[in-house]
């Protein structure tokens, strides 16, 4: 199975603040990753797919990076909103593959 | 608008049975791939299985195989996850999410339902 690692764990920071999070895979996957958001007690929302393509009616603060091993979603300019979950997921083979999530708290 | 709804969840003992649904509108449901996913209390995502167009494709995650079976009915726009011997570590939230993809190779999934909670405990 690939494994999907994310960095930090969890976040501390504050409204304004720009925000990088990684996933590392452990076998290339090409771009075959894709980023997503969860509120508390709500469902998943994607963000991002393809590693940097920005689904539609998502802010333009939210960017995609990486390709093989290495992927980055970077939040320009952290809003109220923005305080949540955020998961990667490889969709390059079976079993399909989440991160553990990084949660984004305020500082 | 895509909606996905899903029922069926509830508490069941362990060594039991529960089938789960997921009703779907505002897509022409055929032409989507399906997917389960789950999250267990406090814990991160986990993808569960998926299914084909036309069901002719399924794949699962290694610890349900054998025992979760993933089914769809195109004709009243409804998945299914029949869930059997089920064990304390099958307790999750579980989501039904649409594949974006058409075609034969699934990608990631564009929209999610909100989620039917399976508890397994005597």
């Known amino acids: 199975d690939i494994q999907m690692t994310q960095s930090p764990s969890t976040l501390s920071a504050s409204v304004g603040d720009r925000v990088t999070i990684t996933c590392r895979a452990s076998?290339?996957?090409?771009?075959?990753l894709a980023w997503y958001q969860q509120r508390p007690g709500k469902a998943p929302k994607l963000l991002i797919y393809?590693?940097?393509s920005l689904e539609s009616g998502v802010p333009s603060s939210f960017s995609g990076g990486g390709s093989g091993t290495e992927f980055t979603l970077t939040i320009s300019s952290l809003q109220p909103d923005d305080f949540a979950t955020y998961y990667c997921q490889q969709y390059s083979d079976y079993p399909r593959t989440f991160g553990q999530g990084t949660k984004v708290e305020i500082k | 608008e895509v909606q996905l709804v899903e029922s069926g969840g509830g508490l069941v003992q362990p060594g039991g049975s529960l089938r789960l649904s997921c009703a779907a509108s505002?897509?022409?449901?055929?032409?989507?791939?399906m997917t389960w996913v789950r999250q267990a209390p406090g814990k991160g995502l986990e993808w569960v299985a998926n299914?084909?167009?036309?069901?002719?494709?399924?794949y699962y995650l290694d610890s349900v195989k054998g025992r979760f079976t993933i089914s769809r009915d195109n004709a009243k726009n409804s998945l299914f996850l029949q869930m059997n011997s089920l064990r304390a570590e099958d307790t999750a939230v579980y989501y039904c999410?649409?594949?974006?993809?058409?075609?034969?190779?699934?990608?990631?999934?564009?929209?999610w339902g909100q989620g039917t909670l399976v508890t397994v405990s005597s």
């Open positions: 505002g897509f022409t449901f055929s032409s989507n791939w």
């Open positions: 393809e590693a940097s």
């Open positions: 299914i084909k167009l036309d069901g002719s494709e399924k």
């Open positions: 999410a649409r594949d974006s993809s058409s075609s034969h190779w699934s990608l990631f999934c564009d929209y």
């Open positions: 076998q290339s996957i090409s771009s075959w």
